[in-house]
């Protein structure tokens, strides 16, 4: 069985332009989560999508905002780059929503690299 | 904001060594879960734990939760060189949120 995709694997863009990230979660699996790596730090948590409505809200501007689509996959949009939004995205797919319940695994994908210049 | 420390931040051994990570916070999680991710990939969760003084084993892997829910330990007994990664523990605070720590890279040479 496939695993969580993402698209693409790498992306270079300059300051002040938009970005559009994909994913495509596990068959079945109905929540997306989206998280923020920078070099040296654990993962952010900036977006839940359950069901196609949005479950929870990291500390992120408002330049950043996703969707999730009626199949569940989900694009991250981010606007007006910065160069300190130079990280690693990462998306993480689970059958359920998010919570602290042990059996809600969540299984991530292989992230983009997003470098701003 | 609920902050989670890992120490150490970077652990170099030799194959065969036991070795021990740790993950606090003055917030009280109501689980806790371990991950390891390598170079270029997302991480891979190894353990949730969930009840306060609990115990899990994976293999040569340990897992503790503290008593209070605020503290957790990764001991790993004979070190291999698969053991390679970047460990990072992961808070629930009762939320629809995973607080992250920073996590401690471990090199392990043959």
């Known amino acids: 069985d496939a695993g969580v995709t993402q698209s693409p694997t790498h992306l270079i863009k300059t300051r002040g332009q938009h970005v559009t990230l994909r994913c495509s979660p596990i068959?079945?699996?109905?929540?997306v989560s989206w998280y923020q790596q920078v070099l040296g730090q654990g993962p952010q948590f900036i977006f839940q999508?359950?069901?196609?409505?949005?479950?929870g809200r990291g500390n992120f501007p408002d330049r950043f905002s996703a969707r999730q689509f009626p199949n569940y996959s989900s694009e991250l949009n981010v606007n007006a780059l910065l160069l300190g939004d130079s990280a690693l995205y990462l998306c993480?797919?689970?059958?359920?929503?998010?919570?602290?319940?042990?059996?809600?695994?969540?299984?991530f994908g292989p992230g983009t690299r997003l470098t701003v210049l | 904001t609920q902050l989670l420390e890992q120490s150490p931040q970077f652990l170099s051994i030799q194959e065969g060594e036991n070795l021990t990570v740790y993950c606090n916070s003055s917030?009280?999680?109501?689980?806790l879960q371990w991950y390891r991710q390598e170079p270029g990939e997302g991480p891979v969760l190894l353990v949730t734990?969930?009840?306060?003084?609990e115990v899990k084993k994976l293999k040569r892997l340990t897992f503790q939760f503290g008593d209070a829910r605020k503290d957790s330990s990764l001991h790993i007994t004979a070190a291999q060189t698969g053991d390679t990664g970047l460990y990072l523990c992961?808070?629930?605070?009762?939320?629809?949120?995973?607080?992250f720590g920073k996590g401690t890279m471990l090199l392990v040479s043959p």
């Open positions: 917030s009280v999680f109501s689980s």
């Open positions: 993480a797919s689970r059958i359920g929503p998010l919570t602290g319940l042990s059996y809600n695994e969540q299984f």
């Open positions: 992961a808070g629930f605070s009762g939320y629809s949120t995973l607080t």
């Open positions: 999508y359950y069901e196609k409505e949005e479950r």
């Open positions: 068959s079945g699996h109905k929540s």
């Open positions: 734990v969930v009840t306060g003084g």
